[in-house]
């Protein structure tokens, strides 16, 4: 997981296909950026390994943010 800095685009990258489209909701816990942890919605499919969603603020830099968990909200 990846944020850009002065952005709000989250970049995820994942070691399997994720097999998401844009419209999906995502929860993301565990983040090192509070602001990009939450609901969220996929707003972007770029590979059948990385994806990105808006987070809720734009991103004070850019960097691995490290600790991510990602997964289907129910």
Same mark, same amino acid.
């Given at each position: 997981?990846?944020?850009?800095l002065?952005s +709000?685009i989250?970049?995820?990258?994942? $070691?399997?296909?994720?097999? @998401? %489209? =844009? #419209?999906i909701?995502?929860? =993301? +816990? #565990? @983040?090192? %950026?509070q602001?990009a942890e939450? *609901?969220y919605?996929?707003? &972007? =499919?770029? %590979?059948? *390994?990385t !994806?990105?969603? @808006?987070? +809720?603020? =734009?991103q $004070?830099e850019? &960097?691995?943010l490290? #600790?991510? !968990? @990602? +997964?289907i $909200?129910s």
């Amino acid at each position: 997981v990846t944020s850009v800095l002065n952005s +709000r685009i989250i970049t995820v990258t994942t $070691a399997d296909d994720h097999g @998401l %489209s =844009v #419209g999906i909701p995502i929860d =993301v +816990r #565990g @983040l090192a %950026s509070q602001t990009a942890e939450g *609901k969220y919605i996929v707003t &972007k =499919v770029t %590979s059948t *390994k990385t !994806f990105t969603y @808006l987070a +809720r603020s =734009v991103q $004070a830099e850019t &960097k691995e943010l490290s #600790g991510s !968990f @990602l +997964r289907i $909200a129910s």
